[in-house]
Structures are given as structure tokens and as C-alpha cells.
């Protein structure tokens, strides 16, 4: 659980997000009060037994909570979209308030632990064994009219999976999900507004691609689809008959898939980059006989995408410049950072700035059309990248104007405001933190047939007055991760 944590107000945090510490507060308060009731039986009837019954009570809780129905669960409608950081751990997953970093909820899993977000802004995937496990963050968001609702619960680990040999990549678009099994090629597709974990099952569609890879495949609204080559050769795209519509082979390696606007898909080489315009592959070579870019970044409304890129093809020298790839132009250029980074250290900013976290603990904010570095932000102190890729290392997530970033050798997660250029929140935990998403609780295009994006940061005002975090939290020991898809599981292993 959250141990210890320290806020600084922000006036941009305030506006966006003035509703969001008030669940902390009443359970802090549930607490206190059962402290005093132990208290008062100790008294009573002695320590030993007061401490028998707070084991039974806790143990009557837990069996409780594994127990609960789904739809027994309490909803609360919010002010405003209320954002929800889900992470894992060694033994688990816990989902936070996107605002103070409190622990909402922790959630047992064995095995080591991969989380992805759904696509629809309320719903998770735990990759746990050979299955994808859907995670219910709790929070929401509806439109009506002109304007949409928002709404919370307490989150929930459903026993709702899509079981399959070495489930890998989880992506979405215009309201389809797809799931990628390495271990067969398989993938399944979902509609994104069928994800309820008070359902016995997820109703999918099962495609093959043309053999077991490390892969990745996009279902889109028509039935066509995007897939990566059994060798990883490349990629082809299918009519929704199934009929191959165009193919590339010239992507080695290929990996790392993200969209971008006009029906744009891109991936990664290890030369380059392939893109799919909605029509034909075209791709974009760097001019280097090797330099791999194994993810990529996108920004909403913006042809240019932020890439990791490595240039030592053993892989014993660290990435030290990252790629910005203009699909429009074709052109790649690369910016230096001046110190290591990895896989789990790049995402885009509100403006679609190029954030990257680097080793010395500075976060990087660059400019993605010029390439011209910003602003640096020391967030952390320097760390140093472990062998293993499932080991923890410091990983980032974007959210609008905030950062979330995670410190393993701490056990801190940090809230980075970069309005403010400041951390504004750390949450000390008595986990190491791994991989890390953040749901927003907003409407998802494509997910509801009233969803307007001309409204879809429409909120309901709230009073200010009425949530002042700077008097009401100021002083509490708490305060209240664009989707490149950044999967990674092999080679080296930023999949």
C-alpha cells in the first residue's frame, strides 16, 4: 500500500482535477476510526485477544472483497474525468488516484505481471500466464448532449480472460480492440463497448496471421486488418474478406506498431520505418545500414512520431538519441539525449512535445518539429538500466499536462506537472513499481454512439471553493501512461 507521500498544489492540476482526493480522505478516515475501535476492545478485553479479533475481522474483509459481485459495487459521479494509475509489482497489480497516488486498490497475480490499457478510457488488460485479464480501474466517463458525466467505483480484477498461447500486444482503433498471441499468431478482436466485467465472458473473433511470431495485428471498424509477417519480415493488410490487399517485406525486424491520423499505421525496422497511408505500404529508411527503432510514439493529429533508436546491433551500447519520423515527409531525423534511456522512457506530451527520461534522472522535453530540446527536468536520481528486461527500471506515462514516473529503487511513484516544471506529488509504496498505465475516465471515439469529440473535454464546472486542494491537502501525508503500445518481451526486449 501507499506508505508515505508528498503533494505541492498546482493551479493547472487544480482546475482539471479538483474532485479527486475526496475518496482517500474517506477511507483514511475508515481507518482511524477502526484503529480506535481496536483500541477501545484492547482495553477491554486485553491486547491478546483485541489482536485475535482484528486478524478475524481483517481475514473475514479480504474473503469479503474476493467474494464481491461487481455489481454490488458503489458508483459516485465525479465533477470532472477523474484519471486512475494502474502498476504492477512482484505478486500483483494496484490501481491509484491519478492525483494524490493513493492506493485505491491491490489486486493479487502471480508471475511476472504485464498491464495494458483497453482503449476505452475505464478498462485494463493484466497479462497474467496465457491470458489477457480484464481489470475494471473504476472510473468513467458518458456523454449526454452537449456535455458528458463522469462517474467512479471501486476498481475490480474480473475472472473475465481471452486465453491463448504467449499473449503479447494489446491494441486498439476506432473501437476495436485486438489481442496478439506470440506463441500461435492467433489474435482476437473485441468491440470495445462489449467490456464489462459483470459479464461471464468477452464475445471475440479469432483471425490467424500467417504464423507463430513475436507479432503484433490491428482489426479496424471494417473488418480489414493490419499484421506483421510470420518472419518479421514486414507487414500486409487484408480487405475484410480476408483478401490481401498490399504487402512489404523490406521491414526487418519489424516491431513496435502505433497509428496516427488518416488511417495512418506505422512500425518500426531495424533500418527504418514502414507505413501503412490507408491505401499502400510505403517505407522510410534512416540511411544506416543499422539502426533500429523498436517503438514508436504517436500524438493525436501529428504525421510525426517520437521513436527509440538503437545503433549498436549487439546491443551492448546504450540508446542515447531517440528518432522523430515525419510519415508525411518521410524523413527521420534524431536528436541526442546525452545519456541512456530505454524502452519505457519515452511518451508525448499535450503539445505533442517528445518527453524522454534518461538515466541521469532528467526528463527531456523536446520539440518534435525542429528537435530542439526545451526544457530538462530533474526528476529522480541517476539509475542505471538492470540486464533483465522484466527487472523494474524507471518507466513514464503522459496524461495531459502530467507525468507519471516511477522510481523502483525508491519505491516512488512521482507526479510531474509540466506546466508547473515540477513534481508536485511522490507517493512512497511498499512495492517496487514496474510497468505503470494510466486510465483517463474520459469517453473513447467509437466506443459510444453519443460520443462527441467537439465535447469531449466539455466537464461539469466545479467550484473551486468547494475543493481547494491547497487548504484541504496541502498537509496530508498523501496526495490524490497516446498509447505507442510499447510491449515488450523480446530481442531486446522492448516489445
Same mark, same amino acid.
Given at each position: 500500500?501507499?506508505?508515505?507521500?508528498?503533494?505541492?498544489?498546482?493551479?493547472?492540476?487544480?482546475?482539471?482535477?479538483?474532485?479527486?482526493?475526496?475518496?482517500? $480522505?474517506?477511507?483514511?478516515? *475508515?481507518?482511524?476510526?477502526?484503529?480506535?475501535?481496536?483500541?477501545?476492545?484492547?482495553?477491554?478485553?486485553?491486547?491478546?485477544?483485541?489482536?485475535?479479533?482484528?486478524?478475524?475481522?481483517?481475514?473475514?474483509?479480504?474473503?469479503?472483497?474476493?467474494?464481491?459481485? @461487481?455489481?454490488?459495487?458503489?458508483?459516485?459521479?465525479?465533477?470532472?474525468?477523474? +484519471?486512475?494509475? *494502474?502498476?504492477?509489482?512482484?505478486?500483483?497489480?494496484?490501481?491509484?488516484?491519478?492525483?494524490?497516488?493513493?492506493?485505491?486498490?491491490?489486486?493479487?497475480?502471480?508471475?511476472?505481471?504485464?498491464?495494458?490499457?483497453?482503449?476505452?478510457?475505464?478498462?485494463?488488460?493484466?497479462?497474467?500466464?496465457?491470458?489477457?485479464?480484464?481489470?475494471?480501474?473504476?472510473?468513467?466517463?458518458?456523454?449526454?448532449?452537449?456535455?458528458?458525466?463522469?462517474?467512479?467505483?471501486? @476498481?475490480?480484477?474480473?475472472?473475465?480472460?481471452?486465453?491463448?498461447?504467449?499473449? *503479447?500486444?494489446?491494441?486498439?482503433?476506432?473501437?476495436?480492440?485486438?489481442?496478439?498471441?506470440?506463441?500461435?499468431?492467433?489474435?482476437?478482436?473485441?468491440?470495445?463497448?462489449?467490456?464489462?466485467?459483470?459479464?461471464?465472458?468477452?464475445?471475440?473473433?479469432?483471425?490467424?496471421?500467417?504464423?507463430?511470431?513475436?507479432?503484433?495485428?490491428?482489426?479496424?471498424?471494417?473488418?480489414?486488418?493490419?499484421?506483421?509477417?510470420?518472419?518479421?519480415?514486414?507487414?500486409?493488410?487484408?480487405?475484410?474478406?480476408?483478401?490481401?490487399?498490399?504487402?512489404?517485406?523490406?521491414?526487418?525486424?519489424?516491431?513496435?506498431?502505433?497509428?496516427?491520423?488518416?488511417?495512418?499505421?506505422?512500425?518500426?525496422?531495424?533500418?527504418?520505418?514502414?507505413?501503412?497511408?490507408?491505401?499502400?505500404?510505403?517505407?522510410?529508411?534512416?540511411?544506416?545500414?543499422?539502426?533500429?527503432?523498436?517503438?514508436?510514439? +504517436?500524438?493525436?493529429?501529428?504525421?510525426?512520431?517520437?521513436?527509440?533508436?538503437?545503433?549498436?546491433?549487439?546491443?551492448?551500447?546504450?540508446?542515447?538519441?531517440?528518432?522523430?519520423?515525419?510519415?508525411?515527409?518521410?524523413?527521420?531525423?534524431?536528436?541526442?539525449?546525452?545519456? +541512456?534511456?530505454?524502452?519505457?522512457?519515452?511518451?508525448?506530451? @499535450?503539445?505533442?512535445?517528445?518527453?524522454?527520461?534518461?538515466?541521469?534522472?532528467?526528463?527531456?522535453?523536446?520539440? @518534435?518539429?525542429?528537435?530542439?530540446?526545451?526544457?530538462?527536468?530533474?526528476?529522480?536520481?541517476?539509475?542505471?538500466?538492470?540486464?533483465?528486461?522484466?527487472?523494474?527500471?524507471?518507466?513514464?506515462?503522459?496524461?495531459?499536462?502530467?507525468?507519471?514516473?516511477?522510481?523502483?529503487?525508491?519505491?516512488?511513484?512521482?507526479?510531474?506537472?509540466?506546466?508547473?516544471?515540477?513534481?508536485?506529488?511522490?507517493?512512497?509504496?511498499?512495492?517496487?513499481?514496474?510497468?505503470?498505465?494510466?486510465?483517463?475516465?474520459?469517453?473513447?471515439?467509437?466506443?459510444?454512439?453519443?460520443?462527441?469529440?467537439?465535447?469531449?473535454?466539455?466537464?461539469? *464546472?466545479?467550484?473551486?471553493?468547494?475543493?481547494?486542494?491547497? $487548504?484541504?491537502?496541502?498537509?496530508?501525508?498523501?496526495?490524490?501512461?497516446?498509447?505507442?503500445?510499447?510491449?515488450?518481451?523480446?530481442?531486446?526486449?522492448?516489445?
Amino acid at each position: 500500500m501507499n506508505t508515505a507521500s508528498k503533494t505541492v498544489t498546482s493551479l493547472a492540476l487544480v482546475s482539471a482535477l479538483a474532485l479527486s482526493a475526496c475518496a482517500g $480522505e474517506n477511507g483514511e478516515e *475508515a481507518e482511524e476510526q477502526n484503529d480506535s475501535d481496536q483500541n477501545a476492545a484492547a482495553e477491554d478485553t486485553g491486547a491478546d485477544e483485541a489482536e485475535g479479533a482484528a486478524d478475524a475481522d481483517d481475514d473475514a474483509d479480504a474473503e469479503g472483497e474476493d467474494d464481491m459481485d @461487481p455489481s454490488e459495487r458503489e458508483q459516485q459521479e465525479a465533477g470532472g474525468a477523474e +484519471p486512475r494509475v *494502474a502498476v504492477t509489482y512482484d505478486g500483483g497489480a494496484a490501481v491509484l488516484d491519478g492525483v494524490s497516488l493513493d492506493v485505491i486498490d491491490e489486486f493479487d497475480a502471480d508471475g511476472f505481471l504485464r498491464i495494458n490499457e483497453a482503449g476505452d478510457g475505464r478498462h485494463a488488460f493484466l497479462t497474467e500466464g496465457s491470458s489477457f485479464r480484464l481489470l475494471d480501474a473504476g472510473t468513467w466517463g458518458e456523454p449526454h448532449g452537449e456535455h458528458n458525466h463522469y462517474y467512479t467505483t471501486e @476498481p475490480y480484477l474480473s475472472d473475465v480472460t481471452v486465453d491463448g498461447d504467449t499473449p *503479447a500486444h494489446v491494441v486498439s482503433h476506432d473501437g476495436i480492440g485486438t489481442l496478439f498471441f506470440d506463441g500461435t499468431g492467433e489474435y482476437r478482436s473485441f468491440d470495445l463497448a462489449e467490456l464489462d466485467v459483470e459479464a461471464e465472458s468477452l464475445e471475440t473473433e479469432s483471425y490467424e496471421s500467417e504464423g507463430e511470431h513475436h507479432g503484433v495485428a490491428v482489426v479496424l471498424e471494417d473488418g480489414s486488418r493490419f499484421e506483421t509477417l510470420e518472419d518479421r519480415s514486414g507487414a500486409r493488410f487484408l480487405d475484410a474478406d480476408g483478401e490481401e490487399m498490399d504487402r512489404n517485406e523490406n521491414c526487418p525486424g519489424v516491431h513496435g506498431e502505433a497509428a496516427g491520423p488518416e488511417g495512418v499505421i506505422a512500425v518500426g525496422c531495424e533500418d527504418g520505418v514502414l507505413v501503412w497511408d490507408g491505401e499502400q505500404f510505403e517505407k522510410h529508411d534512416t540511411g544506416e545500414d543499422y539502426s533500429r527503432i523498436g517503438n514508436l510514439f +504517436p500524438s493525436e493529429g501529428s504525421p510525426i512520431f517520437l521513436g527509440d533508436y538503437r545503433t549498436d546491433q549487439d546491443g551492448e551500447e546504450p540508446m542515447t538519441e531517440v528518432a522523430l519520423v515525419n510519415t508525411e515527409s518521410g524523413d527521420i531525423s534524431t536528436v541526442n539525449v546525452d545519456s +541512456p534511456y530505454n524502452f519505457r522512457n519515452l511518451q508525448r506530451g @499535450p503539445d505533442g512535445e517528445a518527453l524522454v527520461l534518461t538515466e541521469d534522472g532528467q526528463l527531456h522535453i523536446i520539440d @518534435p518539429e525542429t528537435g530542439e530540446h526545451l526544457e530538462h527536468i530533474d526528476v529522480i536520481d541517476e539509475w542505471t538500466e538492470p540486464e533483465d528486461w522484466q527487472e523494474p527500471r524507471p518507466a513514464i506515462r503522459a496524461h495531459d499536462d502530467l507525468v507519471y514516473v516511477t522510481d523502483p529503487d525508491s519505491q516512488e511513484i512521482h507526479l510531474l506537472d509540466l506546466t508547473e516544471g515540477e513534481v508536485i506529488t511522490t507517493a512512497e509504496f511498499d512495492f517496487e513499481p514496474n510497468e505503470i498505465i494510466v486510465i483517463d475516465g474520459r469517453p473513447v471515439g467509437g466506443v459510444s454512439s453519443d460520443y462527441d469529440e467537439d465535447h469531449e473535454d466539455d466537464d461539469h *464546472a466545479h467550484d473551486d471553493d468547494d475543493h481547494d486542494h491547497d $487548504e484541504d491537502h496541502d498537509d496530508d501525508d498523501h496526495g490524490h501512461d497516446d498509447d505507442g503500445h510499447d510491449h515488450d518481451h523480446e530481442d531486446d526486449h522492448d516489445h
